[in-house]
């Protein structure tokens, strides 16, 4: 079992910037891509951005990139999303998630930290 959290959430002003935190426990932290969704109200939860387990490689929707960044700290086993000239339509719940490195799907997930950007 991998545990999840998530810190970092909050109120900011449209293109303020937060850093979301997702604190790892319980596995070895190293061996899971690590993952951010966010799910808006009345809508479907959507991928945001992943990174690899030590390379570093990192892929984005094309509706955050160049304005989000993420990234770990396999040492402290946390991973991070950097949020930068943030939108109203950025507003969702942010989840981040974990899968073992050869699995499809991922296999754990937070329990979600608001962000809301104001117009």
């Known amino acids: 079992q991998v545990q999840l959290r998530e810190s970092g959430g909050g109120l900011v002003q449209d293109g303020g910037s937060l850093r979301l935190s997702c604190a790892a426990s319980?596995?070895?932290?190293?061996?899971?891509?690590m993952g951010w969704f966010r799910q808006a109200p009345g809508k479907v939860r959507e991928f945001v951005a992943r990174?690899?387990?030590?390379?570093?490689?990192?892929y984005y929707a094309d509706s955050v990139k160049g304005r989000f960044t993420i990234s770990r700290d396999n040492a402290k086993n946390t991973a991070y999303l950097q949020m930068n000239s943030l939108k109203p339509e950025d507003t969702a719940v942010y989840y981040c998630?974990?899968?073992?490195?050869?699995?499809?799907?991922?296999?754990?997930w937070g329990q979600g930290t608001q962000v809301t950007v104001s117009s």
């Open positions: 998630a974990a899968r073992y490195f050869y699995n499809p799907d991922y296999d754990y």
């Open positions: 990174i690899g387990r030590t390379d570093g490689m990192t």
């Open positions: 319980g596995r070895t932290f190293s061996n899971y891509v």
